[in-house]
């Protein structure tokens, strides 16, 4: 299948809760990975992960890579690229979180290696996943202050008494 | 030997050796520098490749360690990060005296490539531990290595158990 017919069978099944379809330009490579289709109802990812994966016809049996992107407006999103390799094809979806409250359901239980990526967007974004079975800081160390993948992240001038600017 | 085997008249033979005290034990120590087995980032590739046939650190006499207790040089071969500044602290702490440091490449002598945005990286790790010879370079070739461990050699060659070193 395509993704843009993946596309219409998810806008069948889930409705108003996806939004829009956003095509790249560029090769067919591009086209096929980085085109995506925006969740507008966060709530639901989890369910449309599962009916990604469950339904016969579409069987996404992996999770090539889940990221996380600061927007500059004060949002977060959260993309997922899906794959399926028995059936080779490709989906990416997309989920975006306000700064102030970015809680994102896990897919954790879809997919069991969404773990360490999603305690990574937490580590570096600050984005809280809901369910998740180990919410820690994967890189930095648990006494770390801040994400400092955000945008309006300052550097710290210390840390653990050793001098962080150069 | 030679004493030991002609213990009725030791100086019959020319079978003897005079030397200094320091003298001795510097060049003992200095043919012996036995190195702490560890890499941090990109650095320690070349560091492998000093310690592999083609440039054959071997033939100063270092052979890696698995343990700072067993080791009198340690090699800082890449970024130290805040995480890894605290490890690499209590690694040298671990070693007996007296111990040597060479500090290799740019982001272990000052923070390198990540000395403006790296907010994860010490900027120098003679900020935590003090450092014997500083080696330049990104990543700095095996040759530029070997020469800071001459010049290593050339610092302990130099000290006395009377004196401090120079
Ligand atoms: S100095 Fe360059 S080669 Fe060495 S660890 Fe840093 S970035 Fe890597």
């Known amino acids: 299948m395509t993704n843009t017919e993946i596309y219409d069978k998810l806008k069948a099944a889930f409705g108003e809760k996806i939004g829009e379809w956003h095509e790249q330009s560029g090769g067919e490579y591009m086209k096929r990975m980085s085109s995506y289709a925006d969740i507008t109802d966060t709530s639901y990812i989890r369910d449309v992960c599962l009916y990604l994966r469950d339904e016969a016809e579409l069987e996404f049996d992996s999770l090539l890579l889940l990221s996380s992107v600061d927007n500059g407006d004060k949002t977060l999103s959260v993309t997922y690229h899906l794959e399926s390799k028995s059936k080779k094809h490709f989906i990416a979806l997309k989920v975006t979180v306000p700064i102030d409250n970015a809680i994102v359901p896990s897919i954790t239980d879809v997919w069991s290696h969404a773990n360490w990526q999603e305690r990574e967007a937490w580590d570096m974004m600050g984005i809280k996943f809901l369910n998740h079975p180990d919410m820690r800081r994967i890189l930095l160390d648990e006494d770390w202050v801040g994400h400092p993948l955000r945008k309006d992240y300052k550097h710290p001038e210390f840390y653990r008494g050793m001098k962080v600017p150069y | ?166």
């Open chain 2, 1 to 166: 030997m030679g004493l030991l085997n002609k213990q009725d008249n030791p100086f019959e033979s020319s079978n003897i050796i005079i030397t200094g005290a320091d003298t001795l034990l510097n060049w003992a120590r200095l043919s012996s520098l036995w190195m702490m087995g560890f890499g941090l980032a990109c650095c320690a590739i070349e560091m492998m490749a000093a310690s592999a046939s083609h440039y054959d650190i071997g033939r100063f006499g270092v052979i890696p360690r698995p343990s700072p207790r067993q080791s009198d040089i340690m090699l800082i071969s890449g970024t130290v990060t805040l995480k890894m500044a605290t490890r690499t602290k209590l690694l040298y702490e671990q070693m007996p005296d007296p111990k040597y440091i060479i500090s290799m490449g740019s982001c272990s002598n000052c923070g390198g490539p990540y000395w403006e945005h790296g907010y994860h990286v010490l900027k120098g790790v003679d900020r935590v531990i003090p450092v014997d010879v500083y080696v330049p370079g990104c990543p700095p070739r095996p040759e530029a290595l070997l020469e800071g461990l001459i010049k290593v050699q050339e610092k302990v060659r130099k000290q006395s158990l009377a004196k401090t070193a120079v």
